[in-house]
């Protein structure tokens, strides 16, 4: 039995405990570029899933029981606050909320992003699994998880020791040898879940791994699907962003004539829920387990996935219809306009790299016409290398915010320059005055063109990364049973912020608990995934010799 902790030190937790990431922090920023750029151009060289290809892998069951709890969970190691909270959640035995009593899921789905800001064994200690494992020190539940985009920062090495190896920590066991699984539910019902490693491809082994397994498949089973990104929100932008999972669908599951009702994913902190329209699928986007919130206002009221394009002419179409969000659309731009306060005040690095940018720009200015002429084009320039496009942002917009944004920056360096302008070097007092003050006004005008920017589709994720809003976390709890499968959206608006310790708590109590009651509640009531079609009674599985003679036995009752 593990000795319970009696504080809150990391000695006795036996983690540390972290605070949110801060996005805007230059360190921050160099790192995740410079990790995400080599991913990026040697994912291709380093793609470890075809070491994982040579473990075998079969199709794990959680099928004996009539009735079977699973959670969904993504985007998940952040802070400890916003982390623990939804961990905390997820471990109780039972949560009541909006007149549902849901219990615990005995399977627990990882959807992606298991760790910030990049993966590697420290993060992955003290920002999730110390977290999860301090939450549900000892009831059995079993763990799944595919990587995100963090987690292919080091070619999923941390993922592979974290997830693949048969570790297990605290009440939670893994048990899958491959980055990504296939699951058989009650009721002919299927959860597979994949790796697409940057969204780029999914290899041959791990396609294989899902043929396979689908050949199992039945006609009019149901299978979840498990996707590490919501690229159907692209598709007006890039019509071939849908193109994978399309074909994963017709490909591997549609071929043996079974369904896909639903499709989860996370990659975007909040909830967001389309249900085609004329149709039974339903689109879930649910990464709200502790990373800072991303924006909803923005998203497509409507969407067509998969879209005709020139490599898909006979595209299957399906038009869906956005239900629900989670924060809803209004709250979701009224936090947008917190960026003038949060911006300097939780990224303070980020002041101070703009005041320096700002000092130098002013002194270059200060030299003449020909240092002020390199100064402005290098501050534009800048300003259209910051400025990043989202989905259906015409290149026109992109550029022209961008050059605005840069000759904001230049005319804010060109006024510091007429007010020093008679000032000599030996004062040095003003140069000092004039540093955080710059720098100060330079953030405001990045903050001023991130909500700007944010109404034509530029920047979003930016803004929301500078607003670092641990609160409005969720996650989704869902029940299988002969009805079909019921999805409920849970939410929690305030995140834990005090904690105390249980040191005399039974040895399947969470460690730490909530100095005052979390308050979860349901986003939407639970609705059914369940497809159109008849209701399929379970069939008892059969060898390939027990299919024969069956269909031997029928074959001669027809002749008789």
Known sequence: MTRRPRNLSPEELRFIPQRPVRWMSPKTLAETAARFGLARLLGGYLDKREIFASRKQGVFEHDRDEELWLDYVADIGDGFNATYSIAYLLAQNRLKVGGEDLPRGSVLIMGGDEVYPAANWREYEHRMKGPYEAAN???????????????????LTAFGRQFIEGRSWGGYNTAQTRSYFA???????????????????????????????????????????CVPQPSWVWTADDPSSYDRIDHFIRDVVAGREAEVPLILTGDRHHYAHYEEIEGTRHLVTAGGGGAYLSPTHNLPQELTAPRKSVSEPDANQR???????????????????GIFGRLPWLNKGFTLLTGVIMLVATVS????????????????????????????????????????????QAALAWAGAQALRDTPWSEVWPYLVYFPVAGLVSTWLVGLYLVVANRFGVNANELFAGLSIVDQKCFLRIRINRDGATVFPVALDRVGREWVCDPDGAETDSWVKPAEPLEPHLIEPGYSVSSSGPSYEPT?????????????????????
């Open 137 to 155: 020190p000892a009831s059995a539940v079993s763990l799944y998880a595919i990587p995100g985009n963090h987690d292919w920062f080091d070619g």
């Open 183 to 225: 699951l058989r539910l009650p009721h002919r019902w299927w959860l597979f879940a994949v790796d697409a490693q940057f969204d780029a491809h999914l290899d041959r082994p791990q396609l294989d791994y899902f043929r396979e397994v689908a050949e199992q498949l039945e006609p009019g089973d149901q299978v979840i699907l």
């Open 319 to 337: 038009h869906y219809s956005l239900t629900e969000t989670y924060p809803s659309r209004p709250r979701s731009l009224r936090h947008a306009f």
């Open 365 to 408: 200015i200060m030299e003449g016409t020909g240092t002020f002429v390199a100064a402005a084009a290098v501050l534009m320039a800048a300003g259209v290398g910051f400025a990043h496009p989202g989905p259906g942002t015409r290149r026109f917009t992109h550029y022209t915010l961008g050059l605005c944004h840069g000759a904001c």
């Open 540 to 560: 008892p599985r059969q060898s390939p010799m027990q299919r024969l003679v069956a269909q031997a036995g029928e074959w001669f009752n027809l002749r008789g």
